[in-house]
């Protein structure tokens, strides 16, 4: 696996060998002919075993479409992913994803408990274990009281908290998730970004993480990738090196997390085309 | 988090009231079913004696309402009608109970796969647009006229519209639901039953409905054809026998039939199905 | 797979399955001597006897003719009714149990009614396949628009899109997937319809030929009228979902089966 | 049905007896197998017969050559075609006859009768050139009577336009315009006549033989091979119960009620078709060489060897 | 309509009177029997012209619920919403809503500028008008590119932004938007909310604006609103008397929206039962 790591330009010899996941020169165009649009011009980096890396780049940027490339879920243009030395070809065992688009993922003729015992279901564990495992994750989205009811008996928060509830049961190695925390308030957000540290240290899982929060991604991660706009590349890769475990007070006091929170800003802001800046400043709203 | 904060107490309180109430509004709701369907009979009942008295539809051919129901009151004292009943709804039964267990795992692969659709294409539009009617004598020369050759003439009718319902159903699957199948590595039952089949069953529902009509048609029409005991045989008796009294309460007779298959399915459908009307389907 | 090679695989699927199964029955039929099961090459050969001459013209072409008149107008009931019941709380369920009733109607109590009121020309004909054909339509465009998301629901009332705007700009693309549904199987039924509409009052059509070909034993006869209207089945479909990749194309991209 | 009524107590042992199906259609033409049911003669020549009630041909013959049902009723062309197609299939004996052999009957209106509108302009077959009559099937016994007495009346068939229409709605056709001449039979004929429908035509007995043997009963080659003696006694039973039904008419008019739905009134006043299991070789000619005439056969057919061994009427 | 006010605490006589929208003892009970739910428990508030009040509440609180009671599309269980002085049946006109399930409010049969211009239409602009605020509206929310495609080609947030242009090509006079910026970057967030703000001054529209996100919902509102968990009451109206126009920087910089964002913070997470709290405390991740 050694060979491949010399492509790596940000990634030095020794960690890259220790990737679980190696993602090389992706390109993703979609559709063909004149209406063919490039959301994924090369994007290059590597996650650790256990490693948190969290994705940030503006709306439209390809933070979905990446996900989806290293879920398996779509097949990319170029490049390719490795997991554990193996290009990806579909999608495997052990992964989990939290969707964007987390209204369409439930399935909405099940009650929240039978949307998150599904997938445990599908992997064999157990009725016992699979019934308090349930249990445990609903509560600690605080959702134990909905348990019976349906998706469409959700508020949008709600039922996005029934999806991470879902993918923490399965405890999956892998864990992508598309911006978990859009809907929901901050208190719980704050709640669930440190449910899901918990989960990472208790059951050693690694994970992608999208978000359009830059605190919340530089609070969570071990590493930040940060995409330019479309045809999007990773304009720049940021160690986070603050002290584990993270605290919503204590980290965010320390002056490295304010630090790291303005050089990210900084890189996200860094577009070489600012289109929405161009907007505010010459539109009249609407 | 906020939602456990609910507060039990309210609830819990005025169940006993909450139990009674909920009775109620069951029986409410049957009756209004009941009132409705009793509407809708009438307006058709209205319209029919309506045309008869116009002229439209000659009285002398045409029985109007008090006919018919004059008919009924004296098919019902008759022990072969209601052998005959039984008979042609046993074969709607078992045919559209046959049709579905081919049809809607096939009907859900051909939706899922481009290959099976694109290889089965050919053969299925080939032989859709036979007439159950024209393979009478080959089914019966090949079954004879047993309950076995009617159930499998009204299943292979019923087969079809099952098959093109549910592949339009399996392919209005939203992609993201099967995206999470994916993901969480759903072997194919947990699929096909945990997510291909209720979320086609909008589809599906309908199609059964259309299924259920045409079985109790083909099953009347292959009474009359091939002479299996039924309703179909007992109208082609009357037919025969000039009693257009008896032929037509007959015919309504089936078409009451119709209403109550379609009555059921649409109760099945309502528990399996609510989600897309609550709020799901997109 | 490149688009073009998976484009290649699909065809040669959907031509080889045929070939493959027309070369079985070739072979296994190629001895018989029963009269129920003639060789296939005896109703090759009657095939071409019968429909390229004079026959496709007097017998095919008016058969097509009423099965498409009649299609064309159980479609335009079928989605403007199911319209009109969809979008009414009363009229759905005032004709609920009237529309199950008429759908179970055996053909025997139609042709009555049909006969009195249109005599036995093309036009009763013409009827009772329409008669037959909308109600998968009706059902679809009924159920279609009863499902409709309550979002999109919401969002016309927001915007205020009413009246025929939102019919056309909301409702009946939102209830088109189903709509299609119903169109697809009326389009089998409209052609079983061609055959059994011809049972009576008949003389001549395909449906007629079949018909007077199974009466009189003449197998081979009655296959080549079946294998017709199959070729028929199967080139009305390639129409339609030609039609349908069109109209819905933003339904079958949006679902990643396009 | 009704059961075996107990005058017939000379039959074999119950336990002797064959259970066989018999296809039948709802007319008036297969009263002697309702009559041997009843009258228990089926059960004295050892069988026990279960009718099965079809709407024509086209599934019983199928159902003959598969074997669920053994014996059928047919009507004479259904027989002719398939045996002419060269389908195993056996003529039994003869089942009705469209008038006694030995002249007309004394019965007050004919059974079947080319009728048209009580005040149409069209009074005889020559008028009908280029008008529609309905019958109830194209290319079968109908269509060939109506031609063949449009031809011996003077007019022209092959002018004429055939409309196949359920009996049962002929009247009304008639009567709507829909339709110029109707050719039917009971219990259609009384309901017409009473309507003051014209009659312009008889078509049944309009043959060089009027008296025309136009149905049989029919069995498959294989079955009577295998089974000789269901079939020979099946053949003693019917030609018995034709008889019965023949000389007891009072009693087979009631029989009538049992299997049909016909009204009282009805079962009285139609006209009863001449029951008869002789088969007439000359009437059946009459009718095979008709067909080929008129297209219905598409080759000549003779009917001795169809016949076989079947019993003929000794003129 | 001076005799309704003295049912408002917290609204004074005077501006009462001045209220275009008053929503008085709104209650809310989804389902009945013994799967009663209630979602809202007693909601009063008031929303003077032009007035930007915000909404924020934890999720599942019925933040929507009362939006949609509020736009005439649900009929509350209780209580009225009135408008102009007389009670809200149904939807009015001149009222525009940006829903939470954005992605399916946007019709997926026309394209991105065509789901704009519906409305529009619908109102019988005229065409060149129409075709002029479509662009203006794409423009304003970064999306001038964009106006061909359908809308499952675009992102989660490119979505939401399709949905904003519509609300705001359409100039209410009353706009109702439910976390309408949950899915798009911090930076264009900012832009964002500048654009409403920047709507309302123009075009003199009343919003009422559902977030979850604090920082927000005081730099935008004149007023906000904080609901507590279900069954949802008014838990406090904050007066927002921040100085007008605001700015991203300045005005996050002043003193005062600190002191704001601080007590709107203590306000919503100052709940009776801070279940949330425990379940993050007890529960093992999954
Ligand atoms: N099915 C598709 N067909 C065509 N283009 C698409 C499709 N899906 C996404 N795109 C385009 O690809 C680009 C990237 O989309 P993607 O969903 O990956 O963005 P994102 O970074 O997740 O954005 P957001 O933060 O808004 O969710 C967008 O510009 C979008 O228009
Ligand atoms: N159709 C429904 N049937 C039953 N209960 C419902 C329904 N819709 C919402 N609820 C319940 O009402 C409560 C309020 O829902 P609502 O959507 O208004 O919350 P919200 O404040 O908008 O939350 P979020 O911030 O998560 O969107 C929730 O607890 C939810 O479970
Ligand atoms: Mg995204
Ligand atoms: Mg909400």
């Excluded at chain 4, 007319?27 to 009718?51: A, S």
Aim: proline content about 5%; hydrophobic content about 45%; some cysteine.
């Amino acid at each position: 696996m050694s060979m491949l790591s010399t492509v790596h330009a940000e990634v030095d010899k020794e960690t890259a060998v220790q990737n679980i996941l190696e993602v090389e020169h992706l390109t993703k165009t979609y559709g063909a002919g004149s209406t063919a649009y490039t959301a994924l011009a090369d994007i290059s980096f590597g996650v650790r075993s256990q490693e948190l890396v969290t994705v940030v780049g503006p709306s439209g940027a390809g933070k979905t479409t990446l996900l989806k490339c290293i879920a398996g879920l779509m097949e990319p243009s170029g490049g390719q992913v490795l997991f554990e030395g193996s290009p990806v070809r579909g999608v495997r065992k052990g992964l989990a994803v939290v969707f964007q688009d987390y209204a369409r993922s439930l399935y909405p003729w099940f009650s929240v408990a039978r949307n998150v015992a599904l997938p445990l279901a599908a992997a064999k564990v157990p009725r016992a274990e699979r019934e308090e495992r349930v249990s445990t994750a609903l509560e600690a989205v605080g959702l134990a009281a909905a348990r019976h009811k349906k998706p469409y008996q959700l508020s949008g928060g709600m039922q996005q908290r029934v999806a991470i509830a879902r993918a923490l049961a399965y405890r999956p190695s892998v864990l992508l998730m598309d911006e978990p925390f859009a809907s929901v308030d901050a208190q719980t957000r704050a709640e669930l970004e440190d449910l899901v540290l918990k989960a990472r240290a208790e059951f050693g899982i690694t994970l992608v993480f999208i978000t359009h929060d830059i605190d919340e991604a530089v609070y969570l991660a071990d590493r930040v990738v940060v995409l330019s706009p479309p045809p999007a590349r990773v304009s720049e890769t940021v160690q986070v090196a603050l002290p584990m475990p993270r605290d919503q007070i204590a980290t965010k006091e320390l002056p490295e997390f304010g630090h790291l929170r303005a050089h990210v800003y900084r890189a996200v802001k860094n577009r070489p085309d600012d289109v929405a800046g161009q907007a505010t400043t010459t539109a009249t709203a609407s | 988090m906020t939602t456990s904060t609910i507060d039990p107490h309210p609830s819990t309180q005025v169940m006993s009231t909450d139990a009674l109430r909920a009775a109620s509004q069951t029986r409410r709701r049957l009756m209004r079913n009941a009132l409705w369907g009793v509407g809708s009979i009438a307006l058709g009942a209205v319209l029919w004696q309506g045309a008869v008295w116009l002229g439209v539809l000659p009285a002398r051919y045409f029985p109007g309402v008090p006919d018919l129901v004059r008919a009924w009151v004296e098919l019902f004292g008759d022990e072969t009608f209601w052998m005959a009943l039984g008979n042609t709804l046993l074969t709607t039964f078992l045919g559209l109970a046959l049709a579905a267990v081919f049809a809607i795992p096939l009907g859900i692969l051909i939706g899922r796969s481009v290959y099976l659709f694109h290889s089965t294409q050919f053969v299925l539009e080939f032989f859709r647009p036979i007439p159950v009617v024209a393979l009478i004598p080959l089914v019966v020369l090949i079954m004879g006229i047993g309950v076995d050759a009617k159930t499998f003439l009204a299943a292979l009718a019923a087969f079809f519209p099952l098959v093109v319902q549910t592949t339009y159903g399996s392919r209005s699957v939203d992609p993201v639901a099967l995206d999470t199948a994916a993901t969480y590595g759903f072997g194919p039952f947990r699929r096909l039953f945990g997510v291909l089949l209720p979320a086609a069953s909008p589809y599906i529902m309908t199609g059964v409905r259309i299924s259920a009509a045409v079985c109790l048609l083909v099953s009347v029409a292959t009474e009359i054809i091939v002479g299996s005991p039924g309703l179909g045989q007992s109208i082609l008796i009357a037919e025969n026998s000039n009693a257009l009294d008896v032929m037509y309460a007959l015919i309504a007779m089936t078409g009451f039939l119709g209403i109550g298959l379609n009555g059921l399915v649409v109760a099945v459908e309502s528990r399996t199905v609510r989600w897309a009307r609550e709020g799901g389907a997109s | 797979m490149t688009a073009a090679r998976r484009k290649g695989v699909l065809l040669t699927l959907e031509v080889a399955t045929p070939v493959v199964l027309l070369a079985l029955w070739w072979v296994l039929s190629s001895g018989s001597t029963s009269t129920f099961n003639p060789p296939l090459s005896e109703i090759a050969q009657r095939f071409v006897q019968n429909w390229f001459g004079e026959l496709f013209v007097t017998y095919f072409l008016p058969s097509l003719g009423r099965t498409l008149a009649g299609y064309a107008i159980a479609v335009v009931i079928g989605v403007v009714g199911g319209t009109v019941i969809g979008l009414s709380y009363v009229a759905r369920r005032l004709t609920g149990p009237l529309v199950s009733f008429l759908r179970s109607i055996p053909g025997a109590a139609l042709l009555a009614p049909a006969v009195t009121l249109l005599g036995v020309g093309d036009a009763m004909k013409i009827a009772i396949i329409a008669f037959v054909c909308v109600w998968p339509i009706l059902l679809n465009t009924i159920d279609g628009i009863d499902e409709m998301a309550p979002t999109q629901r919401n969002t016309d009332r927001i915007f205020q899109v009413n009246g025929m705007r939102r019919l056309m700009w909301s409702t009946l693309p939102g209830a088109s997937p189903r709509i299609f549904a119903g169109l697809r199987t009326s389009l089998a039924l409209a052609l079983i319809m061609l055959v059994i509409s011809e049972m009576i009052a008949s003389t001549g059509g395909l449906g007629y030929f079949i018909l007077q070909a199974q009466t009189t034993f003449d197998v081979a006869d009655m296959w080549s009228g079946i294998i017709l209207l199959g070729l028929l089945g199967y080139a009305l479909t390639l129409a339609f979902t030609f039609i349908e990749r069109r109209v819905l194309r933003w339904y079958f991209e949006s679902k990643g089966t396009a | 049905s009704g059961s075996p009524s107990s005058g017939s107590s000379n039959s074999a042992g119950a336990g002797e007896l064959t259970s066989i199906t018999v296809g039948v259609l709802p007319i008036v033409d297969v009263l002697p197998v309702y009559v041997g049911i009843q009258e228990g003669i089926f059960k004295k020549h050892g069988l026990e017969v279960t009718p099965s009630v079809a709407q024509g041909g086209a599934a019983l013959i199928p159902s003959v050559l598969q074997g669920s049902v053994p014996i059928t009723f047919t009507n004479t062309i259904s027989h002719m075609i398939a045996y002419n197609k060269g389908l195993p299939v056996k003529y039994l004996a003869s089942a009705v006859y469209s008038e006694s052999p030995s002249g007309p009957s004394s019965a007050d209106h004919p059974a079947s009768i080319l009728a048209t509108a009580p005040d149409s302009p069209i009074t005889s077959v020559k008028q009908l050139a280029g008008k529609t009559i309905s019958i109830n099937a194209l290319k079968g016994i109908q269509e060939l009577a109506v031609r063949n007495a449009v031809d011996v009346g003077g007019g022209d068939s092959s002018t004429v336009k055939f409309l196949a229409l359920p009996l049962q709605q002929a009247q009304g056709a008639l009567e709507a315009g829909r339709v110029d001449a109707i050719s039917i039979n009971e219990p259609f004929t009384t309901a017409a006549l009473k309507a003051g429908d014209q009659i312009i035509a008889h078509p049944f007995t309009d043959f060089k033989i009027p008296a025309a043997d136009y149905a049989d009963y029919t069995t498959s080659t294989k079955y009577a091979d295998a089974h000789p003696d269901v079939v020979k006694n099946f053949t003693a039973a019917i030609t018995e119960a034709s008889e019965w039904a023949r000389t007891h008419e009072a009693a087979a008019r009631k029989v009538l009620l049992t299997y049909t739905k016909l009204s009282a009134q009805d079962a009285q006043e139609i006209t009863l078709p001449y029951y008869e299991a002789q088969a007439d070789p000359a009437s059946l000619q009459e009718l095979a060489d008709l067909a080929l005439k008129y297209k219905i056969l598409d080759k000549p057919l003779d009917v001795t060897s169809m016949l076989g061994d079947a019993a003929v009427l000794q003129k």
